[in-house]
């Protein structure tokens, strides 16, 4: 089985299938997928491109990073790049727009306005083709110092209209996607933490 480390690349369910497969997280930002335009009013600019020698990790093995700025996956196999990502906005306590929303059942929503953009190498990857996108790639730290990871109630998945919600269908090679993920937290501030499940030793997080 091909595991996954994290590498530098500041552009950093079927979890059964991804948890066999290998991704590594890398800073050049140049020689990834193409994002598509930001959405998101609240997107910061990017920062530069980390040193080649590797992306500082905190306490946590993460990567820390502003919103707007881009984070990725490479095929730890070939070392190519396959996928590019960036949160451009986390809003806490949004309104929910679906039909018939439910009321959170952790107490707060949190929306992540999310980008991701897939190379035409994933095709061929040890990633097997394609990558997906869930709330339980997500998982929160409050001010207490408490991790809660169990964020996709079914609140979460019925808060948002069908028409801005993150595709939760396999994302195929050379296709670029925009959306909404809904996660259902106990806090209003804290950290949040995005780890796939093709990515094993760390992630990336945000301060909200």
Known sequence: ??????????????????AACSGTATEDTASGPTLPAEVSANAEEMTEPAEPTGPDRNDRGNIEKQLGEEGGITDEA????????????????????????????????????LRMATAPELADSSLGGWFSVSPYDFRVIGPDGLTVDELGTFAAYSCLADTETFTSDALRPAQQYVGKVALDVPITSGTLIYQPSAVYDGGWEWTF
């Open 1 to 18: 089985m091909i595991r996954t480390s994290l590498r530098l690349l500041a552009f950093a369910g079927m979890t059964a299938l991804l």
């Open 78 to 113: 070939t070392g190519g790049a396959v996928l590019t990502f960036a949160v451009d906005a986390i809003a806490v306590d949004q309104p929910c727009t679906s039909e018939y929303p439910e009321p959170a059942e952790n107490g707060h929503f949190v929306v992540i306005d």
